[in-house]
C-alpha cells in the first residue's frame, strides 16, 4: 500500500518563504512521477507543480512559476516544494500525489498539510 504524508505547513507572513515535504511509503518512489496540488476554502483543488521521476522535468501552474519549486530526493523517498515570496492567495491544504504514467490521473494523495499566509 502506497502512502504519502505530508509535512512542513503552518502560519507564515507575506513574502516570507516555507519547505513542504512529502515522504512515500510503499512501491517504488523512483517509479512515479510526483505532483502537489492544493485546495483553498471554498475553492476546486488544483494543480501547482509536477516532476518527473527522475527530476529532469518540472511544470508549474502560472499563479506560482517564479516563486516555487519543486524537487525530489530518490534516495529518501521525497518530494519538496519549496514556497518564497508566499502571498495569502497561496493560502490552502496542500496535497502531494503520485502517478505510475505521466500525463494520466494521479494514483495517490496525501491528506494534505495546511499553508496559512496571513500578517
Known amino acids: 500500500q502506497v502512502q504519502l504524508v505530508e509535512s512542513g505547513g503552518g502560519l507564515v507572513q507575506p513574502g516570507d518563504s516555507l519547505k513542504l515535504s512529502c515522504v512515500v511509503a510503499?512501491?517504488?518512489?523512483?517509479?512515479?512521477?510526483m505532483g502537489w496540488f492544493r485546495q483553498a476554502p471554498e475553492k476546486e483543488r488544483e494543480f501547482v507543480a509536477q516532476i518527473s521521476r527522475n527530476g529532469g522535468f518540472t511544470n508549474y501552474a502560472d499563479p506560482v512559476k517564479g516563486r516555487f519549486t519543486i524537487s525530489r530526493d530518490n534516495a529518501k523517498n521525497t518530494v519538496y516544494l519549496e514556497m518564497r515570496s508566499v502571498k495569502p492567495d497561496d493560502t490552502a491544504v496542500y496535497y502531494c500525489?503520485?502517478?505510475?504514467?505521466?500525463?494520466?490521473?494521479?494514483?495517490?494523495w496525501g491528506r494534505g498539510t495546511q499553508v496559512t499566509v496571513s500578517s
Open positions: 510503499g512501491g517504488t518512489f523512483s517509479s512515479y512521477s
Open positions: 500525489s503520485a502517478r505510475t504514467i505521466w500525463g494520466a490521473r494521479y494514483d495517490y
